[in-house]
T-cell receptor
């Protein structure tokens, strides 16, 4: 039972254009959502997060949108750069769980073409 | 400030053997979580240790066990290895994993292959 789903295994965009990565979740108890980026041979690195009390959070070129009614979040990267090419994981956490463990999606591989 | 480190980088074992993976957390981080990432999947939570006690466990059998030490190091032990245990094992440390959400910093992982 996958609680966090990333239905697009890969995405290819032109440098300078917008990249939109999508994520769906099923557990309404999730109240914190994160995006991690992973390069080969490295661990995931935190990118941006959003609390369930917000619907948008921006950090430079990265914006995360949360639609609680649809249980959907998305990551927008504008403008996309070749260095953004990596695997992006969506993750969710619940404050009802004392471990605040992360539940990850299966990832989307982003390729930004020069 | 040093990041999270893991050893070894790669490991090959045979079915039925036992393995110990090691993690060194960032200084001052009293919480460590372990994740298993199978090929083509996202990381899956194994368990978390907070101040040397287990604080939460995912859907993994008891042959997966752990230890956390006062010096910010920790271990993941897996007994009776099975072929499906082949995966990337990630540890993540955080400042305090029990009071509120705190950013988890991941190590580069240990790639375990079971033959």
């Amino acid at each position: 039972d996958q609680q966090v789903k990333q239905n697009s295994p890969s995405l290819s965009v032109q440098e300078g254009r917008i990249s939109i990565l999508n994520c769906d979740y099923t557990n309404s108890m999730f109240d914190y959502f994160l995006w991690y980026k992973k390069y080969p041979a490295e661990g995931p690195t935190f990118l941006i997060s959003i609390s369930s009390i917000k619907d948008k959070n921006e950090d430079g070129r990265f914006t995360v949108f949360l639609n609680k009614s649809a249980k959907h979040l998305s990551l927008h990267i504008v403008p996309s750069q070749p260095g953004d090419s990596a695997v992006y994981f969506c993750a969710a956490s619940s404050g009802l769980d004392s471990s605040y463990k992360l539940i990850f999606g299966s990832g989307t591989r982003l390729l930004v073409r020069p | 400030e040093t990041g999270v480190t893991q050893s070894p980088t790669h490991l090959i074992k045979t079915r039925g053997q036992q393995v110990t993976l090691r993690c060194s957390s960032q200084s001052g981080h009293n919480t460590v979580s372990w994740y298993q990432q199978a090929l083509g999947q996202g990381p899956q939570f194994i368990f978390q240790y907070y101040r040397e006690e287990e604080n939460g466990r995912g859907n993994f059998p008891p042959r997966f066990s752990g230890l956390q030490f006062p010096n910010y190091s920790s271990e993941l032990n897996v007994n009776a290895l099975e072929l499906d245990d082949s995966a990337l094992y990630l540890c993540a440390s955080s400042l305090d994993g029990t009071s509120s959400y705190n950013e988890q910093f991941f190590g580069p992982g240990t790639r375990l292959t079971v033959l």
